[in-house]
């Protein structure tokens, strides 16, 4: 089957996680991904452990499937040659700080100027605008200023930033929808765009209902560990082997005579403080210790075969190798092994994306530095070998593997 973007070029020069994630997902749809990477080292990421075989796991699970080339932007021959291969692309993609390509000579009127359908994705900590626009930001940063560690973790504790780099995977997301709106648009219009896509706007943006709460209630909402704020039970439960998550749906009070009845707490079922939601709500700090007192008598596996009977949203907190190793996770195809020469073979977690005409999933290893260099120059630009070496030794370009970086990986 075709892939859905599979007519779709992308001058990828992203680093680290945002924008390579966006330019990943877009891969995985079947989009040339072509990574355009700085010398002499190329992306960071590359340095980031752990590493297999010398490869960077990091650089290896959010680049699978793309291109790369290795040129010098800074030099003005490999600024001209970038702005003939932006004449045959649709897309560029950027999370510099802002101001970078403009410097270059690159921004975005520049490229427009040379292809008026391309579509500019820019991906920044601030975006843009605004009087934060020049600091740098990573996604510690981020997750801090947009208010998400100040409503994560247990009450009247410390901060805790979620174990997933939230910061960066949002931004990286909205950048991909961004695009693909952007590739329809211009279907309509005939014309390219430049996205703006800011770190900080995406953080607010999944916040779900703590602004709202805010503005309602006039307090600020706080740390409830795994408490949902306006539905109770709705968190996770300690059993006697492990930990179990319960969540009933809201206004589905039936849900709450079965919990009662399979607890063996039939006198909560009609206990006044507890049985309605709004009720069970106000007084969580009465009523989870009566549920915690239940729960731990009996294992998480227990648990969940009468859960599930009775229909009542519950699931095991898991471990990762709990989860890779989920017979839904594995039926589902989500983990996937991709083998590349030197790095050897690591399994990495596929795109959710399941489409019924079109393929979509992983496409390959990730690229080595350079490794395409001159297949980009002679596919979009027509260069033969001697004119691509010329190049390289002129520092224009790099090709086929780069510099040996091992002694910056160890």
Same mark, same amino acid.
């Given at each position: 089957?075709?892939?859905?973007?599979?007519?779709?070029?992308?001058?990828?020069?992203?680093?680290?996680?945002?924008g390579?994630?966006?330019?990943?997902?877009?891969?995985?749809?079947?989009a040339?991904?072509i990574?355009?990477e700085?010398?002499?080292?190329? $992306?960071?990421?590359?340095?980031?452990? !752990?590493y297999?075989? %010398?490869?960077?796991?990091?650089?290896?699970?959010?680049?699978? #499937?793309?291109?790369?080339?290795?040129?010098?932007?800074?030099?003005?021959?490999?600024?001209?040659?970038?702005?003939?291969?932006?004449?045959?692309?649709?897309?560029?993609?950027?999370?510099?700080? !802002?101001?970078?390509?403009?410097?270059?000579?690159?921004?975005?009127?520049?490229?427009?100027?040379?292809?008026p359908?391309?579509?500019?994705?820019?991906?920044?900590? =601030?975006?843009?605008?605004?009087?934060?626009?020049?600091?740098?930001?990573?996604?510690?940063?981020?997750? #801090?200023?947009?208010?998400?560690?100040?409503?994560? %973790?247990?009450?009247?504790?410390?901060?805790?930033?979620?174990?997933?780099?939230l910061g960066?995977?949002?931004?990286?997301?909205?950048?991909?929808v961004g695009?693909?709106?952007?590739?329809?648009?211009?279907?309509?219009s005939?014309? %390219?765009?430049?996205?703006?896509?800011?770190?900080?706007?995406?953080?607010?943006?999944?916040?779900?209902?703590?602004?709202?709460?805010?503005?309602?209630?006039?307090?600020?909402?706080?740390?409830?560990?795994?408490?949902?704020?306006?539905?109770?039970?709705f968190?996770?439960?300690?059993?006697?082997?492990g930990?179990?998550?319960?969540?009933?749906? =809201?206004?589905?009070?039936?849900?709450?005579?079965? =919990?009662?009845?399979?607890?063996?707490?039939?006198?909560?079922?009609?206990?006044?403080?507890f049985d309605?939601?709004?009720?069970?709500?106000?007084?969580?700090?009465?009523?989870?210790?009566?549920?915690?007192?239940?729960?731990?008598?009996?294992?998480?596996?227990?648990?969940?075969?009468?859960?599930?009977?009775?229909?009542? !949203?519950?699931?095991?907190?898991?471990?990762?190798?709990?989860?890779?190793?989920?017979?839904?996770?594995q039926?589902?195809?989500?983990?996937?092994?991709?083998?590349?020469?030197?790095?050897?073979?690591i399994?990495?977690?596929?795109?959710?994306?399941?489409?019924?005409?079109?393929?979509?999933?992983?496409?390959?290893?990730?690229?080595?530095?350079?490794?395409?260099?001159? $297949?980009?120059?002679?596919?979009?630009?027509?260069?033969?070998?001697?004119?691509?070496?010329?190049?390289?030794?002129? %520092?224009?370009?790099?090709?086929?593997?780069?510099p040996?970086?091992s002694?910056?990986?160890?």
């Open positions: 089957m075709p892939r859905p973007l599979e007519d779709i070029t992308i001058l990828d020069l992203t680093w680290v996680l945002s390579p994630y966006a330019s990943m997902v877009l891969c995985d749809l079947g040339d991904v990574k355009v700085r010398l002499p080292w190329g $992306d960071i990421a590359r340095t980031t452990g !752990p297999q075989n %010398g490869w960077s796991g990091y650089f290896f699970s959010v680049n699978r #499937g793309k291109r790369a080339m290795a040129m010098d932007l800074r030099k003005p021959e490999g600024q001209e040659i970038f702005l003939r291969l932006v004449e045959k692309a649709d897309v560029v993609m950027e999370n510099f700080t !802002p101001g970078t390509m403009e410097k270059l000579g690159l921004g975005y009127d520049a490229l427009a100027a040379r292809n359908r391309l579509i500019m994705a820019r991906t920044s900590g =601030f975006g843009q605008t605004g009087p934060y626009r020049d600091r740098p930001a990573l996604d510690i940063v981020i997750q #801090g200023m947009g208010g998400i560690m100040s409503i994560t %973790g247990e009450p009247g504790g410390n901060p805790v930033r979620p174990g997933a780099s960066d995977i949002s931004a990286g997301l909205y950048t991909t695009i693909l709106a952007a590739l329809h648009e211009r279907e309509r005939g014309k %390219g765009q430049e996205l703006d896509i800011s770190m900080l706007d995406c953080q607010v943006s999944v916040l779900e209902n703590a602004i709202m709460r805010y503005f309602v209630t006039g307090k600020p909402p706080e740390a409830i560990g795994t408490r949902h704020p306006s539905a109770t039970p968190q996770a439960f300690p059993t006697k082997d930990y179990i998550v319960v969540a009933l749906a =809201f206004g589905e009070e039936n849900q709450w005579q079965m =919990f009662c009845g399979i607890l063996g707490l039939p006198e909560l079922m009609d206990d006044p403080r309605t939601g709004p009720r069970r709500n106000a007084r969580h700090a009465e009523l989870e210790p009566i549920l915690i007192a239940a729960l731990r008598s009996r294992t998480t596996g227990e648990w969940m075969e009468d859960f599930v009977n009775a229909g009542i !949203p519950s699931g095991p907190l898991n471990s990762i190798p709990d989860v890779v190793a989920d017979p839904q996770i039926h589902r195809g989500m983990i996937q092994p991709v083998t590349h020469p030197v790095a050897g073979t399994p990495i977690a596929n795109t959710p994306l399941r489409m019924s005409r079109s393929e979509t999933g992983i496409k390959g290893a990730p690229p080595s530095f350079g490794q395409d260099t001159s $297949d980009v120059l002679r596919e979009f630009l027509g260069l033969d070998a001697a004119e691509v070496e010329r190049l390289v030794a002129r %520092g224009v370009v790099a090709t086929d593997g780069g040996d970086i002694a910056i990986t160890g």
